[in-house]
């Protein structure tokens, strides 16, 4: 099984390109579309949905993942493994979160074929690197310290992600205790679900993947609270 999470947008040529190139060189895998609406070259802010998100992908899956402003710089294409999981990706913070709360067992570089184009390695480098390991044909290239960022924390107060509907994903796991989250000046209370918000009253909640998130029973907490990506909030306990 093969894992993507990126920000290339479900409407962009980009994923079709690189589910061909996984469909020439992992035939019959299945290849399973998570995330494509990262927030764009948000780097930290993925990096905690990337973990949350992937808590439900079985041990031994291969997880590509690509949010890559500095593709064709220097920072390395990486394998990870690390919580059972195979990681494939930029080193450049992007599974920061993930080595943080799984641990690292083995971080290898990636060769950059010189037929690779600087701009596109979520096809050229990394869809191959995750058929070939789908496929148990990969060869480990040498191994590599992954680069940390030990100045993140291990939660973020922030909205990290906007869904369709307009809920607000943030960076803090839901945890007993907070009565309150402040967005945008305004308390909010939590619930269980959403049966027990009002209609039109936005309000915050544990979501399925284990992350505070902030909606409104039948509407848009973003338009609501005028919320936007990267806003900072208050945890009131």
């Not at 030990?150 to 205790?177: K, M, S």
Request: proline content about 9%; aromatic content about 8%; glycine content about 10%.
């Amino acid at each position: 099984m093969i894992v993507l999470l990126t920000d290339f947008g479900a409407t962009d040529p980009y994923v079709g390109q690189v589910r061909l190139r996984l469909a020439k060189d992992a035939p019959g895998v299945p290849v399973i579309d998570l995330f494509h609406d990262l927030p764009n070259f948000a780097v930290q802010a993925s990096a905690y949905l990337v973990h949350a998100y992937c808590r439900d992908v079985p041990a031994g899956a291969v997880i590509m993942a690509v949010v890559d402003p500095g593709v064709g710089g220097p920072r390395k294409a990486i394998v990870l493994r690390a919580g059972g999981r195979i990681y494939v990706g930029p080193d450049n913070g992007l599974f920061e979160i993930v080595a943080r709360r799984e641990g690292v067992e083995s971080c290898h570089a990636l060769e950059v074929p010189s037929w690779a184009a600087p701009t596109f390695h979520g096809r050229d480098v990394f869809a191959p690197a995750a058929a070939a390991l789908a496929g148990k044909t990969h060869r480990a290239g040498h191994p590599v310290p992954l680069t940390r960022f030990p100045d993140w924390p291990d939660d973020w107060p922030r909205v990290l992600f906007i869904d369709h509907y307009g809920n607000a994903v943030t960076g803090l796991r839901a945890r007993p205790g907070p009565a309150v989250l402040v967005a945008k000046g305004r308390p909010l209370k939590r619930v269980r679900h959403f049966a027990e918000g009002v209609p039109g009253e936005p309000f915050f909640y544990e979501n399925a993947n284990g992350l505070f998130e902030i909606a409104a029973r039948e509407g848009s907490a973003a338009a609501i609270l005028g919320l936007q990506l990267a806003d900072p909030l208050l945890i009131v306990d």
